[in-house]
């Protein structure tokens, strides 16, 4: 946004200020000490062999280029879908914890930005710190928040009339990551099955 930019040129004259997008920006590796976003929701791939060879979706992308160009010992801080670490494919956490530690992470309840944007869908706040290239990740904690587990929708029958989705349910559970299924006090609300974006 041109207008913010400018604002922030205004106030930290020293900064270097850029009114562009993430997936446009070209700057060294390691060049942040922090990186702090509201990444894109969406299930599209954006062509970038640099940050993105695995041709993942959009928020995976961009989290990943955000790691890669936060020096070792800097912060990623991002509100993500929760499809970031509920996806089935696993590729993309263990492309992230190839070069972070997950820190810790919060689960957002659908309605959390339903006034603000309009929107209701389940986000969730990662924080990661970048390793050192030289440091190999803690075996334990990367499964900790690499795997999903299934919760059959048996489970969450009792929140909700299951009639109408019946006709379309083509599946009899829906995947959690495990880091939220160890930390249930991260979970700022309860999972129930329901209508989402999409018709889905």
Do not use: C
């Amino acid at each position: 946004d041109t207008v913010t930019a400018a604002i922030a040129a205004a106030l930290y004259p020293r900064a270097q200020v850029r009114a562009e997008g993430f997936e446009t920006t070209r700057v060294p590796a390691d060049s942040f000490v922090a990186t702090i976003g509201n990444v894109p929701f969406g299930n599209f791939t954006l062509i970038d062999p640099a940050h993105n060879p695995g041709r993942f979706s959009i928020h995976n992308h961009f989290i990943n280029k955000a790691i890669s160009l936060t020096a070792p010992g800097g912060y990623v801080t991002v509100l993500t879908s929760r499809y970031t670490l509920d996806g089935i494919d696993t590729r993309a956490r263990r492309a992230m914890a190839a070069k972070a530690d997950l820190i810790g992470a919060v689960r957002l309840p659908s309605t959390a930005f339903k006034r603000v944007a309009g929107t209701e869908v389940v986000t969730d706040i990662l924080v990661l710190r970048r390793r050192d290239t030289d440091q190999a990740a803690d075996a334990g904690d990367v499964t900790r928040w690499i795997d999903t587990e299934e919760i059959p929708f048996d489970d969450v029958d009792h929140l909700v009339d299951r009639s109408v989705f019946d006709s379309e349910k083509t599946q009899d559970a829906f995947n959690v990551n495990e880091y939220f299924i160890n930390h249930p006090d991260h979970v700022l609300g309860n999972y129930a099955l329901g209508q989402g974006i999409h018709g889905s």
